[in-house]
């Protein structure tokens, strides 16, 4: 069986907006990885922040024990960048 895109997605993918942007990571035989899904949902006054800058700052922060990560704890923060505005770091 092959994969064959929807047109829905041929058309979102034209437009510009990524369904897919990177590779999985490759595993060593010792490690693990985690990963870690960021959603947004803008109401009309930052979409209108975002229009004029069209720059956000995102950081993800996670703690994890060591040496074996049993427990993680982790947080999103975010900034719409203003005019002239910086990153934070």
């Known amino acids: 069986m092959t994969f064959r895109p929807t047109l829905y997605m041929r058309l979102t993918r034209w437009m510009g907006y990524r369904y897919r942007l990177g590779e999985e990571p490759q595993d060593p035989p ?20 975002l229009l004029t800058t069209g720059r956000m700052s995102v950081i993800s922060i996670v703690y994890m024990d060591t040496p074996s990560p049993i427990n993680s704890v982790s947080r999103v923060d975010f900034r719409i960048l203003a005019p002239g505005d910086h990153d934070w770091y």
């Open 30 to 49: 010792t490690a693990g990885w985690m990963r870690t899904d960021i959603r947004f949902r803008f109401g009309w006054m930052d979409r209108l922040r």
